[in-house]
């Protein structure tokens, strides 16, 4: 409000001076040649003088008035961008706070608060993915938190649905537990999770296509329809995981134990 009072008091007082000026001096310098004409000559000339400095003057008035309607826009919306960058960064400042919380379900909030900021607000969006993927990266150093396996299934999630066009380079969660964890149809692809535990996981129709799975385990981990196209799976650990319609096109899977058969893609199971 401070800045639109100055800009529209720069604007009048311009003005003023403007107009004072086109109908004193620069009147005067104008019709000094007609001095020598008649009087009602003369005050015609300068009549007419003063109506074509006034129409310009008029001309004057509006541009400076249009300039500072488009400086009070401009900054009126640079200041509500700050304003609006401060508030998602309040909210991401909190969401962190809660991931380190001591209460399972402050921490599955500040996960999905985390999601909801980078749909949002999409400049926070490759932030967001780092710090969640640096989340897991603790969760795979031992860093012990009560019932982990809720947030870690929160944070997968969250990664999994991800907009990928955020991406400013490579994801990686690190060896992190994820046991016993269960993510419908979530999408990892590209996502660097070498030594990931998914043993007894259920992960129906996930997507791990060019995922980087070296050393993964998959012990028991339910797996049907899901699709490993280009993945690096070497010595991951298979042994007793259902692979009804798995898709390995591709794969690396040099050393892999518990594949059933040598193409790596099962059929889906015959009812």
């Avoid at 309607?69 to 401009?74: D, E, I, Q, W």
């Amino acid at each position: 409000m401070t800045f639109l009072m100055i800009v529209l008091g720069v604007v009048v007082a311009g003005s003023a001076v403007a107009v004072g000026a086109l109908l004193g001096p620069v009147t005067r310098r104008m019709t000094a040649d007609v001095k020598a004409l008649a009087p009602d000559q003369r005050a015609e000339a300068v009549t007419a003088t003063r109506t074509m400095l006034m129409q310009v003057g008029s001309l004057v008035t509006v541009a400076l008035s249009l300039a500072g309607l488009v400086g009070t826009f401009y900054f009126s919306s640079q200041t509500v961008s700050l304003e609006t960058q401060k508030q998602f960064q309040a909210r991401y400042d909190k969401a962190l706070k809660d991931l380190r919380s001591s209460d399972s379900s402050a921490r599955v909030q500040g996960l999905y608060e985390l999601e909801d900021i980078a749909h949002e607000a999409p400049s926070f969006a490759w932030k967001v993915t780092l710090s969640i993927a640096a989340y897991l990266q603790d969760r795979a150093r031992g860093q012990a938190t009560p019932r982990p396996h809720l947030t870690v299934e929160a944070a997968l999630t969250v990664l999994g649905r991800r907009d990928r066009k955020s991406d400013r380079g490579p994801v990686s969660t690190g060896p992190v537990a994820a046991d016993g964890v269960t993510l419908r149809s979530t999408d990892l692809s590209g996502t660097d999770l070498r030594g990931i535990d998914f043993t007894d996981a259920t992960l129906p129709q996930a997507r791990f296509t060019n995922a980087d799975l070296r050393t993964a385990h998959f012990k028991n981990a339910v797996l049907p329809q899901a699709r490993f196209t280009g993945a690096d799976l070497r010595t991951a650990d298979f042994t007793g995981a259902q692979l009804d319609g798995t898709t390995f096109r591709k794969a690396h899977l040099e050393g892999a134990l518990g594949l059933p058969t040598p193409d790596r893609k099962t059929p889906p199971t015959q009812k």
